[in-house]
């Protein structure tokens, strides 16, 4: 496994689609695996391979509620429902944060890492996240969804060395900016 540089608002390949997996090889395996390694790293919730430059349908996500962690090959969206409005961040646009609406719950058809095709189903903050993972294997940042523009996040608080660290990890994760389902 090895850790992959994530590519920054500016760099072109995140404006590009995706391809579709059609090799369930060791190839992709490595890159999810990796996809996972630098997704912990960075403290994120959800990263997209066009972050790390592979412009492949594959996004993984770790979900908050029982920590399962999961990848998504050629995810699809089948359904969704409601709405919710809330503030989001991108790991390639580090400091930023916006408010976006995406649906309340979602279901996702996608393929696991060997091909089996599986559906589950998301509400809140993890709907939020597939929606946002999604966009990015077509090219979009949720700078163009956001409704009041990006605006920046404040300073990071000094790192706590005893463990109480919450508030400095905002500004780092993927999409846990401020957890607000408002
Ligand atoms: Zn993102």
Request: proline letters at 3%; one cysteine or more.
């Amino acid at each position: 496994m090895a850790l992959r540089k994530i590519l920054l608002e500016g760099d072109s390949t995140l404006r590009k689609k995706s391809r579709e997996v059609t090799k369930f090889d060791t190839r992709t395996q490595e890159l999810i695996e990796d996809m996972f390694e630098t997704m912990r790293q960075e403290d994120g919730l959800g990263l997209a391979a066009p972050q790390v430059g592979i412009l492949k349908r594959v996004f993984v996500m770790e979900a908050m509620e029982d920590n399962e962690a999961t990848a998504f090959i050629n995810p699809i969206i089948i359904d969704e429902n409601g709405e919710q409005t809330g503030a989001e961040g991108c790991l390639s646009l580090p400091g930023l944060f916006g408010i976006v609406s995406r649906p309340e719950e979602i279901r996702v058809r996608a393929q696991d890492p060997s091909g089996e095709e599986f559906e589950k189903t998301y509400t809140g903050l993890e709907a939020r996240c597939v929606c946002h993972e999604i966009d990015h294997l077509n090219g979009i940042l949720y700078r163009d969804k956001a409704e009041d523009g990006l605006h920046k996040l404040e300073s990071e608080e000094e790192p706590s060395e005893n463990g109480n660290g919450d508030a400095s990890e905002e500004g780092k994760v993927e999409m846990k900016v401020a957890d607000s389902d408002a």
